[in-house]
């Protein structure tokens, strides 16, 4: 299992600190560095800054949303920034749900989310394979575009710029078993969410057969600390933000997924309080066996101890999130 540096989005600002944990994390040998958005800071501009500040350690977006550019305008980015960083590039992409696709980008978010994912998955593919101009009569991505109120004067193009691999790695991030399921089939790996390796069946079946060299890449929350109750705070901050907040009441696949891993009366609690305005008794009402169940803290020894179970499983990247140099260094020494 290969350790990776997740640093997430920005918060009000940019932080100092990312670009010294990046090189940190290469220095201790860690293989990938990771960056996200949601509705603020994009993922693909700090990881070009980190890009020009390290040397070996691979690039990755964990995620970079779909709804926030056409799978062309994705493809260039990867492309592009594979390119200057000498072939270090990891592409992966999220869906997102209906309040932020909708809410910030201003646009539906697909009725058929699956189709949706596997067009564009399949337009980002054209153009780093680069055989021809790209060509897709999609329900939910057209090329050239089709519609009625267009010109009609648009042609299928392919890259300018030679993609420098063709088989640069996408990888998606999945919630519901459908999702996995096919993530499983036309990606080259997967980003889950919330992952506990004691609870796999709450994705389906889809990982009791996964094809040869698929990626399954979880991020999980890491600190060392004497004690595990404050050092689960943060998790239990973050659970309450993103099954309180991070969706409608009638849709929030983050509280689903909570639900599926047999929380689903706390998962309802959460957002009803969250969705009240009483965020920090949210925040409280996320059970401390479920932060604790998806992320590693406290003691050394006690880090050891559960980082087994998640060797065990099909996992191959363990992305971790953390700002202390000193639990990327102890992971690190754990797992070499």
Request: aromatic share 8%.
């Amino acid at each position: 299992m290969r350790l990776g540096l997740a640093l997430g989005y920005w918060g009000r600002g940019p932080s100092a600190d990312q670009v010294p944990l990046a090189q940190e994390a290469e220095r201790l040998g860690y293989h990938s560095v990771w960056t996200a958005e949601s509705w603020g800071s994009d993922a693909f501009t700090p990881l070009t800054w980190i890009a020009a500040r390290t040397s070996r350690i691979r690039l990755g977006t964990a995620v970079a949303q779909m709804a926030a550019r056409s799978p062309t305008t994705t493809a260039m980015h990867a492309l592009t920034l594979d390119h200057l960083s000498g072939g270090r590039m990891t592409l992966g992409l999220g869906l997102s749900g209906p309040q932020v696709v909708e809410g910030w980008y201003g646009r539906p978010f697909p009725k058929s989310p699956l189709t949706a994912t596997r067009e564009y998955v399949d337009v980002v593919r054209q153009v780093l394979r680069r055989e021809g101009p790209v060509e897709l009569d999609g329900r939910f991505h057209s090329h050239p575009y089709r519609g009625a109120d267009g010109t009609g004067l648009g042609r299928a193009l392919k890259p300018i710029t030679h993609p420098l691999r063709a088989d640069l790695p996408v990888l998606l991030g999945a919630e519901g078993p459908k999702n996995v399921a096919q993530t499983t089939r036309i990606a080259d790996g997967w980003l889950p969410l919330y992952w506990a390796p004691n609870r796999p069946q709450a994705y389906g079946a889809a990982l009791d057969d996964l094809p040869g060299g698929f990626l399954v890449a979880p991020m999980a929350r890491a600190q060392v600390c004497d004690d595990v109750a404050e050092g689960l705070l943060p998790v239990k901050a973050m659970l309450g933000f993103y099954i309180g907040g991070m969706g409608h009441a009638a849709r929030n696949f983050h509280a689903d997924l909570m639900g599926r891993m047999g929380f689903e009366e706390e998962a309802r609690r959460i957002q009803r309080l969250f969705l009240e305005g009483r965020r920090a008794e949210a925040v409280a009402a996320v059970p401390d066996a479920f932060a604790d169940e998806i992320s590693l803290v406290g003691p050394r020894e006690r880090i050891a101890e559960r980082l087994e179970s998640w060797r065990k499983g099909p996992v191959t990247d363990l992305l971790v999130l953390s700002p202390d140099p000193r639990t990327l260094r102890v992971l690190a020494e754990l797992n070499s």
